[in-house]
């Protein structure tokens, strides 16, 4: 399994990267068929956030769904402890998922890029690369909002057709709020989100607005 430490507007120490091995070396009990992990590095100089100052951000690359996890505190060694307890928690939730899932059988699934792992590694970008356009998935650029300290990331993804529940138990393994996917019922774009406690919400988005193209439905 590959492991892959970068820093963002931050310099990471031999140090840090040997411990990174150490601790990632156990991903593969729960992912036997990892193939790399990313793992981000980021300072923030803000001294009114020097509580949480280092953010350590990990993703894990397999076949199926990628599975990440973030913490941030005011050493990155905490951080990176704190990142590992959730990507473990995930890790464990996912593999307890496909037991389930053999159980009751196969089941269909959204089709998966079958080019060669090195082609689709060459084929996205550096970790700090700023692409002008969005025109491929995983696709980044980020622009500042006029004068304004506000900065804008936009990243274009690949619409998958799922159910409402998958689309949530996507959101999980992520550890994002939301999570954006194609209703396979109704084949419209949809967002599922988290309200309070374990509860969500889902929006679906009409696309058949005024001097708007309807999008084609799903075959």
């Known amino acids: 399994m590959e492991i892959i430490v970068v820093g963002r507007h931050t310099d990471v120490t031999d140090r840090f990267r040997r411990h990174v091995e150490d601790k990632l070396g156990k991903v593969t009990q729960l992912a036997p068929n990892a ?111 006029g004068d304004s300290p506000v900065v804008i990331r936009q990243k274009l993804h690949t619409g998958e057709p799922m159910a409402v529940d998958e689309a949530v138990e996507r959101m999980e393994l992520v550890g994002h709020d939301f999570f954006l996917f194609i209703d396979k019922e109704s084949a419209r774009p949809a967002a599922v989100y988290r309200r309070k406690g374990w509860t969500y919400g889902v929006i679906e988005l009409d696309t058949t607005c005024a001097g708007v193209e309807p999008v084609s439905a799903l075959t």
């Open 35 to 145: 193939r790399r992990v990313d793992v981000s590095v980021t300072h923030e100089k803000n001294p009114k956030l020097s509580d949480v100052s280092e953010r350590v951000e990990l993703t894990v690359r397999a076949k199926g769904p990628v599975i990440r996890a973030e913490a941030a505190a005011d050493d990155r060694f905490a951080a990176l402890d704190l990142a590992m307890d959730k990507l473990n928690e995930r890790l464990r939730r996912s593999r307890d998922r496909r037991k389930d899932h053999r159980r009751r059988g196969p089941e269909v699934v959204p089709p998966v890029d079958v080019r060669p792992y090195d082609d689709v590694v060459a084929s996205q970008p550096e970790a700090d690369a700023e692409p002008a356009t969005l025109e491929t998935p995983g696709d980044a650029v980020e622009h500042q909002l």
